[in-house]
């Protein structure tokens, strides 16, 4: 999958969580750690968009690049990886959702062609922060996050969007569990019910 970069979004202010969230353990690792290697197994390239110190995430040893436009959320992150990846399509991942599973990858990247986007949808609930995107959204980004609208469903409404369902999902065994995102203690406490 060489059209693709990998993107991890990590310049969240994890308020909610009182610490980052992309640095919490997890069994022997860390939250962005684990990301990091499940997008290693599919993508060449993967870098880290945040607006923190670089040397946060030389561990990783992965290119970070800077948001252009910050106070915008998870959008700006998702602006700055499609400004400066070198490939028409991008896929991003938040850095809270320590069940990422590489397998779904290709079932959504494959189906990209011809779309702004490619978005999970799972009873009805989208899951824009496990998707694909291209660079031909970055116009309606640009006009969203000018009108000051950071909210990612109002932008899906204004692309082609593939939505997959979980009938097309369903190679892994709990896919619930895989779009689970962490954003408060209560939340890490809960982890290991699926842990
Ligand atoms: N690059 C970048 N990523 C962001 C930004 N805001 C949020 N993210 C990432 O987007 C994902 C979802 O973030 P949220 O949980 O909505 O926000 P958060 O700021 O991390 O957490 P809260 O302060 O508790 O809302 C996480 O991976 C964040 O690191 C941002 O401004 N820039």
Do not use: W
């Not at 490619?118 to 000018?146: G, H, N, T, W």
């Not at 209560?186 to 019910?193: A, F, H, I, S, T």
Request: aromatic residues 8%.
């Amino acid at each position: 999958m060489t059209e693709i970069t990998g993107v991890i979004l990590a310049g969240g202010k994890s308020t909610r969580m009182g610490m980052d969230k992309a640095f919490i353990p997890i069994g022997q690792t860390t939250m962005i750690k684990k990301i990091a290697s499940e997008l290693r197994k599919v993508f060449s390239r993967v870098m880290v968009v945040s607006n923190k110190r670089e040397f946060l995430y030389q561990h990783l040893g992965l290119p970070v690049v800077n948001d252009l436009r910050s106070g915008c959320g998870p959008l700006g992150g998702i602006h700055a990886g499609l400004t400066f990846a070198d490939t028409p399509y991008i896929f991003v991942v938040a850095c809270d959702m320590p069940f990422i599973d590489a397998r779904l990858i290709p079932v959504l990247v494959g189906t990209c062609s011809g779309y702004d986007a490619v978005v999970p949808r799972i009873k009805e609930c989208m899951e824009p922060l496990f998707a694909v995107y291209s660079k031909s959204c970055l116009p309606s980004i640009e006009q969203v996050i000018d009108n000051k609208n950071f909210k990612l469903v109002d932008l899906l409404s204004r692309l082609k969007v593939n939505y997959i369902d979980e009938s097309r999902l369903n190679l892994v065994p709990d896919l619930k569990r895989v779009f689970i995102n962490i954003n408060t203690p209560r939340d890490l406490l809960e982890l290991v019910k699926y842990s």
